[in-house]
């Protein structure tokens, strides 16, 4: 069952013969299943070795503008999924976005031939993708690629767990196929995987020089915020979350790998997320859980009102303090919190979290955050949980019906996927969706990045625009190098 890397050549993989006789069952069950249902998944899962970075070997193993995709959270045991290929692409758009992408899952997986489920979450055939922030986001050219929904079955996905690596090779069978093509098909797949250990390093003296301009004028943001305290002041809503566009030109393609590599050094505790799409990839360091299903078992992070990190541990821990005995990111804080229980509490048997938020620390910042649990009164898919949350008060507003359209009034711009659920989910429909925050949107010289802050009605907008430039800092010094 093991996958023997190849010591010489091209430096891939090489299946057993043990595992190309499953995969030949495999790929012939999924082809009698497609003939009955008009079509079907076939998967097989085998061992890899245990030192092997799987984002790594995506990142060096792509083919030219095929999709891949991958997330980290290198302090959680090194878990890592990482994933080649698009067998399946699932896409919707509109406010039943997530319910349709979760039948459309839920129909090939029924219907998926592969072996029994073992190993690290994530192993075996998974969708992996991501949403944007709006029913109909991403319509901007610059998002091409990126649809309002949009899950990818791989065709290879690498999952880690500690020590525990394993490699899952899928196919689509259609009735027209044959066993023997899907193999062959599988099996190149796997001779162009390569063995690679690290990713790539940010080049330390580029040449050519880097400009970094806001989309608009700092003082359009300071204005946008003015109008949304006035709106809240007058009673119209609790709370309206608006974000900025900071664009980075730089004299060479952004490799996003390479920015993937000092993300990872930088923000170990983050959500790593790269998602490939043609030319252009998303990148972020997200701080925030949006959900986690194993089972029956739910978990989410209510994650709002931040402050500055500091190097001297007396005035860091300070800080951290003065967090949270702010008024005004105490008020930031509930309002998400609230929203998330009672948005959880009809679907579950119970919700816990604490009676007071904790200081949640990353590289560059602090925020107030509540880590809640449940227990789901009966299956709900990751996906439609992921539906039911989005957006959180954290990245939209309180209430959402009001704060929805005031959005891109006031802030002018296409979120795309910033902001928006991004993550995958398995044959179980189990899966974690974290929130695409501190992200870039690279496509060739040009970096997008994007940062955003929860108005209340104590903001001030000088304030207010001085903490996106503090979110901004996760990105912008590993992007204009």
């Known amino acids: ?67 891949w995709f991958c997330l980290e959270q290198p302090d959680r045991d090194g878990a890592a999924l990482a994933a080649l290929g698009c067998t399946v692409a699932i896409e919707a758009s509109g406010a ?38 709006a029913p109909d986001g991403g319509a901007a050219p610059h998002w091409a690629g990126y649809a309002a929904a949009s899950l990818h079955v791989p065709e290879a996905t690498l999952v880690r767990r500690g020590g525990d690596v394993r490699l899952t090779l899928c196919a689509l069978a259609c009735p027209d196929d044959t066993t023997a093509d899907l193999v062959d098909r599988l099996l190149r797949r796997v001779g162009e995987l390569r063995a690679a250990t690290a990713l790539p390093m940010l080049d330390p003296d580029p040449a050519g020089r880097y400009r970094v301009a806001s989309a ?93 990190r500091s190097a001297d541990p007396a005035v860091d821990d300070h800080l951290g303090e003065r967090l949270l005995r702010s008024a005004k990111d105490r008020e930031e804080q509930a309002i998400v919190s609230r929203r998330i229980a009672r948005t959880l509490r009809p679907h579950a048997v119970w919700v816990t979290a604490p009676d007071e938020p904790e200081v949640v620390r990353m590289a560059n910042i602090q925020h107030l955050g509540t880590p809640i649990r449940a227990q789901l009164a009966r299956p709900v898919s990751t996906i439609e949980l992921a539906g039911l949350l989005h957006p959180t008060p954290a990245v939209g507003g309180e209430p959402l019906p009001v704060a929805a359209p005031l959005i891109p ?73």
């Open 216 to 308: 608009m004028p700092p003082e359009h943001y300071e204005q946008a915020v003015a109008r949304g305290v006035e709106r809240i002041r007058a009673g119209d809503l609790e709370k309206v979350v608006l974000a900025r566009e900071v664009q980075v030109h730089a004299p060479v393609d952004h490799d996003p790998a390479a920015v993937l590599g000092v993300l990872r050094e930088a923000f170990p505790s983050c959500h790593l997320v790269c998602a490939g799409r043609g030319d252009a990839a998303f990148v972020a360091a997200s701080p925030e859980l949006l959900i986690r299903r194993d089972g029956l078992r739910a978990a989410t992070l209510a994650l709002a009102g931040s402050t500055r």
């Open 96 to 133: 039943d976005r997530f319910t349709r992408v979760a039948a459309r899952w839920r129909a090939l997986a029924s219907r998926a031939a592969c072996d029994p489920p073992d190993g690290p979450r994530g192993c075996g055939p998974v969708a992996v993708g991501g949403f944007a922030f």
């Open 409 to 481: 009034a006031l802030e002018g711009l296409d979120r795309g996927w910033y902001a928006g659920p991004v993550g995958w989910t398995d044959l179980d429909e189990d899966g974690e969706f974290v929130v695409a925050l501190r992200c870039a949107l690279l496509r060739g010289p040009v970096a997008r990045c994007y940062a955003g802050v929860g108005v209340v009605r104590d903001s001030d907008p000088a304030a207010e625009l001085a903490e996106t430039e503090v979110k901004l800092q996760a990105l912008l010094p590993v992007l204009a190098a």
């Open 1 to 67: 069952m093991a996958l023997l890397p190849i010591t010489s050549g091209a430096g891939g993989f090489v299946l057993s013969p043990d595992a190309v006789d499953r995969l030949e069952r495999r790929m012939a069950e999924a082809l009698r299943r497609a003939r009955r249902h008009g079509e079907a998944l076939g998967a097989i899962t085998v061992t890899v070795d245990p030192a092997t970075d799987p984002t790594a070997v995506v990142a060096a193993s792509r083919r030219t503008g095929e999709p």
